[in-house]
């Protein structure tokens, strides 16, 4: 992204409300969050342990609905979407990388990586084939045919980037990545992460505590108790402006 192009916002979110649970036990996980993140950049969203970030993506994905707030994510606004209309958006537009992974269990690699495509209504065959050289670009080709329970944290880490990857989403949100990875495995993720937001105008999502990949991002957003209390460019890249 030059520094002179107008900046297109591909998520903005203003004043996020979201509690969990109600009277003893009501929780406020989102007190106000806002939050605007540019098309085609990369950012970290950074905050201790129980601070709201996993649920922040959530809402902006349109996996969980917020109390209150505005979000328009891909130019389209969350409140006025209907429940298809959501899935519809997620479907098409969306990739999550779930910090529990979700795979199905009864799927093999491959399978599980396919589906974003088959529920698109892609061929079987073709959904494979993609899924297949998405596993291979996240060095996992040789074991497609394994199911999740054969393979290790890291891998089935890697099955469910490819998975999130698959579809060719617009915007692609990843809930703590490389947290089953070795160094050298989170390197290789990371640069294929940074190489789909430069080559193809993707935007990125990252969620991490993993101080060894921060120097990927384009900028560091601090989330503490509910809402993003700053936001950091990186020194080392360029063009993006804070
Ligand atoms: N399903 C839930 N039910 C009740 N409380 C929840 C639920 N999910 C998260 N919380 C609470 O909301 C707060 C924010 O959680 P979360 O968004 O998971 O934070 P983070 O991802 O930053 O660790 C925490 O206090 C957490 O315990
Ligand atoms: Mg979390």
Redesign the pocket.
Known sequence: MSLDAEKKIAVHCRNIIKT??TGASE?F?LRGADLDVYEGELLMLV??????????ISIFTALLSADGGECDILGKDLNTLSSDQKVHLRAKSIGFVFQAFNLLPALTAQENVAVPLLIQGVGRKVAMQEAKLVLDSVGLGARSSALPAELSGGMQQRVAIARALVHHPKLIVC?EPTSSLDHESGHVIMKLLRDIVDNSNTTLIV?THDDRIYEFADRMAH?DD?KIIKIETMKNQQGIIA
């Not at 905050?47 to 922040?56: E, L, W």
């Open positions: 969990y649970g929780v996980a905050g201790p342990s129980g601070c709201g970030k996993t649920t922040f809930d969620v989330m509910g």
